[in-house]
């Protein structure tokens, strides 16, 4: 005796079969994002605030008074007279320090390469006798408080090296003018001063596309530029 084979049966029990799969899965997921959700709502609700960032003021507090400071990334020749074999050429580590072929962990960041020389002088001074040092720097990078920072609606927001002299017009010309959407009029500079941190409205809109000269101002090492975005 043949049994009679019901195709549309099959596929009908099939499809519901993998139906019901589908549908069980959907359910585990739902269930897995509402837990997790809740999870995280609950811990938000918990969460602690992350303290401020550390003010850190540039040792620069006028144009004329600006000094070199070496930061991390900075590359220092050190040059011992008569003691070629501790001279050499050294890269700032990230935490501000570089380690000699005679001393191990010599901190150098926030120091001008004189005081740097000083310094090396009196920590040989203890194997040699009256040395004299000469320092030099390469590939001028400098610690993050002497950078000037442009931030917002600028074409090629960075963070920029300070020079000597430098003014708002020097900056934007590094970072490339502003964008289309940009409030140039509306931009804040952010300096610290005594401790304390303080605003100056800045024209850049005026300086850069009417070619209000009055509008260009000195900056100083530390200084953020923020350029928000108009609303029109």
């Given amino acids: 005796m043949k049994i009679k084979y019901n195709q549309s ?16 899965r959907m359910t585990n997921t739902l269930k897995a994002i509402l837990f997790l959700s809740l999870g995280y709502i609950l811990t938000g609700c918990s969460s602690a605030t992350l303290p401020t960032a ?29 003691n070629p074999e501790v001279s050499g050429t050294f890269k700032v580590r990230p935490d501000g320090m570089i380690t000699t072929s005679l001393v191990e962990d010599i901190p150098v960041s926030g120091k001008t390469p004189t005081e740097l020389a000083r310094s090396i002088e009196e920590i040989l001074a203890t194997y040699l006798r009256e040395p004299v040092v000469t320092v030099t720097v390469n590939n001028f990078v400098g610690p993050f408080s002497e950078q000037i920072r442009v931030i917002g609606e600028a074409a090629e927001p960075q963070a920029v090296n300070y020079i000597q002299h430098m003014t708002l017009l020097d900056v934007m010309i590094r970072v490339g003018g502003l964008t289309e959407f940009a409030n140039g009029n509306g931009a804040k500079l952010v300096r610290i001063e005594n401790g304390l941190q303080k605003q100056y409205e800045i024209y850049i809109e005026d300086l850069i596309k009417n070619g209000e000269i009055l509008a260009n101002v000195d900056v100083l090492p530390g200084d953020i530029i923020v350029i928000p975005e108009t609303w029109f």
Wanted: no cysteine.
């Fill in 9 to 24: 049966a099959y596929i009908k029990t099939v499809v519901n079969n993998k139906v019901k799969t589908m549908e069980k």
């Fill in 54 to 82: 550390k003010l850190h003021q540039s040792n620069t507090v006028d144009v004329d008074s600006y000094k070199y400071l070496i930061g991390a990334g900075d590359v220092v020749n050190i040059f011992v007279w008569r």
